[in-house]
């Protein structure tokens, strides 16, 4: 929703026939970076890192974080006080299973909301050795506990998209019973494609009816994370939860940054989140968990507005040629970077970027000296010597 002119994709998207399931929708996101990002392998994030990345997430416009699992893990226990504190304007969720002892931790920490968590797939079940009546009564209990104590919950069905369909109704329906006040459809090891997640959240959302929030939680596990939340969203789910960067176990979890560019950019859905903040958020979890994103991941990527490529260069500028969004869009810098595959408009734009004047003739000879240095670097040629080798050139 709103300006348009940032954005060039293809009209094919404007089709009603597409737009029409997306029509008036406003989606907001849970992010689970704190708790489910940090099961990434070899991730260890301290309480005050995790206050930090709370405040990014704030700044981006999170309506929910979900600030830890504090019966497991005291440093989770010191992060959430730490945030408590920190004027965060989100609201902070806790997570917990469908065991007493779990919400009371969240009761003696303050904290007004959670998801509530239990298994439910026969294969999740024979894992953990328990009966599908177990479950009934542990997640009633608990969720019941969770309302006489002021927590409000939503219901989350671990391996949800795995379930027997009538079993899955069956405990969703017990929990709102029980006073949960949200559903969580969970594809917890990312085993469903587009269409599969569609019609999950299409039958959840019957089930429960119109006045029951429906989330969508998934895995990217078949590179399908963002392609599966835009259909369950186009099915009826208004909350998306997930991580910065898609950070998680395996695959990860689905990007919600990435998801809320594709909402708004294709479908032009209202998304509760200020996209001009999301590369930032995403160089301070980088930065903070201790990896390297790749320089062409969509959105947050370093290449995604630098131009090599002499027949792009020509083109820049004109970004609708080159690009489906506006860099203004996500506040990134444009930019026209020198190598192997630079051309003549590539030098020229580099040499105004950089206030260095050359003649007409020079052209061809400079190019030439950069495709060299690139080959024999195997890599970009910088700024610096760039400058050296126009100077150098100037001399002879």
């Not at 459809?185 to 269409?195: K, N, R, W, Y």
């Not at 429960?208 to 596990?221: L, N, Q, S, T």
């Not at 969203?233 to 991580?243: F, K, L, N, S, Y």
């Given at each position: 929703m709103g300006d348009h002119s940032k954005i060039w994709v293809s009209e094919l998207n404007s089709r009603?026939?597409?737009?029409?399931?997306?029509?008036?929708?406003?989606?907001?996101?849970?992010?689970?970076?704190l708790r489910d990002g940090e099961q990434t392998v070899g991730v260890v994030l301290s309480p005050q890192q995790k206050v930090e990345i709370a405040r990014k997430?704030?700044?981006?416009?999170?309506?929910?974080?979900?600030?830890?699992?504090?019966?497991?893990?005291?440093?989770?226990?010191?992060?959430?006080?730490?945030?408590?504190?920190?004027?965060?304007k989100a609201e902070l969720w806790g997570f917990s299973r469908a065991v007493k002892g779990d919400v009371e931790e969240l009761v003696r920490l303050g904290l007004t909301a959670s998801v509530i968590e239990s298994p439910t797939s026969d294969i999740k079940l024979k894992a953990y050795g328990i009966s599908r009546d177990e479950v009934l009564k542990r997640v009633t209990e608990a969720i019941s506990f969770a309302r006489k104590n002021g927590i409000a919950t939503a219901y989350f069905a671990v391996d949800g998209t795995r379930t027997e369909l009538a079993f899955l109704k069956k405990t969703y329906m017990a929990a709102l019973e029980a006073g949960a006040a949200e559903i969580v459809?969970?594809?917890?090891?990312?085993?469903?494609?587009?269409?599969a997640a569609a019609f999950l959240v299409s039958e959840v959302c019957r089930w429960?009816?119109?006045?029951?929030?429906?989330?969508?939680?998934?895995?990217?596990?078949f590179g399908m994370a963002t392609a599966c939340a835009v259909a369950a969203?186009?099915?009826?789910?208004?909350?998306?939860?997930?991580?910065i960067n898609g950070m998680g176990e395996r695959a990860g979890n689905a990007d919600i940054c990435e998801i809320a560019l594709a909402l708004r950019c294709l479908y032009d859905v209202d998304v509760a989140l200020d996209m001009t903040k999301a590369r930032e958020a995403s160089a301070a979890v980088s930065n903070a968990s201790g990896y390297t994103l790749d320089a062409w991941k969509p959105l947050v990527g370093e290449n995604l507005f630098m131009r090599e490529s002499g027949a792009v260069a020509s083109q820049f500028h004109i970004p609708e040629a080159i690009e489906p969004y506006s860099s203004e869009l996500v506040n990134a810098r444009r930019s026209i970077v020198l190598g192997k595959k630079s051309g003549l408009d590539s030098i020229d734009l580099k040499c105004k970027e950089l206030g260095l004047s050359i003649q007409p003739e020079q052209r061809g000879a400079i190019l030439a000296e950069v495709k060299k240095r690139a080959i024999a670097k195997r890599g970009l040629v910088s700024d610096d010597e760039f400058r050296q080798l126009v100077r150098g050139l100037g001399k002879n």
């Open positions: 009603p026939e597409i737009r029409s399931a997306f029509a008036g929708k406003t989606i907001r996101f849970y992010d689970t970076t997430l704030d700044q981006l416009g999170v309506s929910r974080i979900e600030a830890g699992f504090p019966k497991v893990s005291p440093e989770d226990v010191e992060a959430i006080q730490l945030m408590q504190k920190a004027n965060i459809v969970v594809d917890t090891i990312g085993a469903c494609g587009p269409e429960v009816g119109p006045d029951v929030p429906v989330h969508w939680h998934g895995h990217d596990d969203v186009r099915a009826g789910a208004t909350w998306i939860q997930g991580t």
